[in-house]
């Protein structure tokens, strides 16, 4: 079995152009489009009442909404309603969020991890319909069941990181997702300690650029490595062959602009879906060999609606019907 293409909007996109760009990537031929709530940009759910009410085929992501932020039966209504009205086309994600986000905003749980369990728990019974009563460290339910529950229930994805995290997806989300950069390297990392077997499916974010000329796709892809230096990127870094060095090149750079510019291309290359049609469609290749089966580009540079026409040129010959 294949895999399926999809787009994230950027996070930054201007509000204006929002629409057109849910467009754009429903009429490029993309299977999947998603939507990150990063703080203090865009809701998670009203981005994907929007896309869904815009389109008429896309498959719309939530990847991913912060446990910590809004109590699990009022998520669950949102969803509900959204999955009833448009069935089949909502996948959401749920995840730990940012920690120095949820802590500017008073979210931060004592137990990010028993937060997750307990949400993922809860929001999955309720999707499915049953009348949930839980008393647990974060979540409090009692005798809760939704009115209207979906027909059929979206799947629900965990965004997460770290091998605890992983490891707990695996046994409590319907599949993971992992942000970018995703590589084969830590693909395998993650599967192992995912541990669900193939039954489980990964969305992996990466940031992309498609262009004949291999040094203007990079040139456009280096500004949005920059976060790769950063801490808590380093599960995605370590299992690489040069996460040493990368560490190293972060810690020496006395900017963000300084580490991406010493950034060496074959590195780019592997911290990016980056290149010509058939070089980018050969990493996806071995992306979904590596265990991805939802692939999901961010396009790099200033103009991202535009780029989603080159992004449409690594499309697989044979779409999901």
């Given at each position: 079995?294949?895999?399926?293409?999809?787009?994230?909007?950027?996070?930054?996109?201007?509000?204006?152009?929002?629409?057109?760009?849910?467009?754009?990537?429903?009429?490029?031929?993309?299977?999947?489009?998603?939507?990150?709530?990063?703080?203090?940009?865009?809701?998670?759910?009203?981005?994907t009442a929007v896309?869904?009410?815009?389109?008429?085929?896309?498959?719309?992501?939530?990847?991913i909404l912060p446990?910590?932020?809004?109590?699990?039966?009022?998520?669950?209504?949102?969803?509900?309603?959204?999955?009833?009205?448009?069935?089949?086309?909502?996948?959401?994600?749920?995840?730990?969020?940012?920690?120095?986000?949820?802590?500017?905003?008073?979210?931060?749980?004592?137990?990010?991890?028993?937060?997750?369990?307990?949400?993922?728990?809860?929001?999955?019974?309720?999707?499915?319909?049953?009348?949930?009563?839980?008393?647990?460290?974060?979540?409090?339910?009692?005798?809760?069941?939704?009115?209207?529950?979906?027909?059929?229930?979206?799947?629900?994805?965990?965004?997460?990181?770290?091998?605890?995290?992983?490891?707990?997806?695996?046994?409590?989300?319907?599949?993971?997702?992992?942000?970018?950069?995703?590589?084969?390297?830590?693909?395998?990392?993650?599967?192992?300690?995912?541990?669900?077997?193939?039954?489980?499916?990964?969305?992996?974010?990466?940031?992309?650029?498609?262009?004949?000329?291999?040094?203007?796709?990079?040139?456009?892809?280096?500004?949005?490595?920059?976060?790769?230096?950063?801490?808590?990127?380093?599960?995605?870094?370590?299992?690489?062959?040069?996460?040493?060095?990368?560490?190293?090149?972060?810690?020496?750079?006395?900017?963000?602009?300084?580490?991406?510019?010493?950034?060496?291309?074959?590195?780019?290359?592997?911290?990016?879906?980056?290149?010509?049609?058939?070089?980018?469609?050969?990493?996806?290749?071995?992306?979904?060999?590596?265990?991805?089966?939802?692939?999901?580009?961010?396009?790099?540079?200033d103009d991202p609606?535009?780029?989603?026409?080159?992004?449409?040129?690594?499309?697989?010959?044979?779409?999901?019907?």
């Amino acid at each position: 079995m294949g895999y399926t293409l999809g787009v994230m909007a950027p996070p930054n996109l201007p509000i204006r152009t929002f629409i057109d760009y849910v467009a754009h990537a429903e009429n490029h031929g993309f299977d999947e489009v998603w939507f990150a709530e990063d703080c203090f940009l865009k809701g998670g759910v009203s981005q994907t009442a929007v896309a869904l009410a815009s389109t008429s085929r896309i498959v719309v992501g939530m990847g991913i909404l912060p446990a910590g932020v809004r109590n699990v039966a009022f998520v669950a209504l949102d969803i509900a309603f959204l999955a009833n009205l448009y069935p089949g086309r909502l996948m959401v994600g749920i995840g730990h969020g940012m920690a120095d986000w949820m802590r500017q905003v008073g979210a931060l749980p004592t137990s990010p991890l028993t937060l997750l369990k307990e949400y993922l728990q809860t929001l999955r019974a309720l999707l499915a319909g049953e009348t949930v009563t839980f008393s647990g460290r974060h979540v409090q339910l009692n005798a809760v069941r939704l009115d209207e529950p979906p027909s059929t229930a979206p799947l629900v994805f965990a965004g997460v990181r770290g091998p605890k995290s992983l490891a707990l997806s695996g046994q409590h989300a319907d599949g993971t997702i992992l942000a970018e950069p995703v590589t084969p390297e830590y693909l395998d990392f993650a599967r192992q300690k995912i541990g669900a077997g193939s039954n489980h499916p990964i969305v992996a974010y990466n940031i992309a650029a498609v262009d004949d000329d291999g040094d203007a796709a990079r040139s456009r892809v280096r500004p949005a490595l920059a976060v790769v230096g950063q801490p808590a990127w380093a599960p995605h870094i370590k299992p690489l062959g040069f996460a040493d060095e990368l560490t190293a090149l972060s810690r020496d750079s006395s900017s963000a602009a300084e580490f991406v510019r010493g950034i060496p291309d074959e590195w780019v290359d592997q911290l990016a879906v980056v290149g010509s049609p058939s070089q980018a469609q050969e990493r996806l290749r071995d992306l979904h060999l590596a265990g991805a089966d939802h692939l999901v580009l961010t396009p790099a540079g200033d103009d991202p609606v535009s780029a989603l026409e080159n992004l449409s040129r690594v499309r697989p010959p044979t779409r999901r019907s």
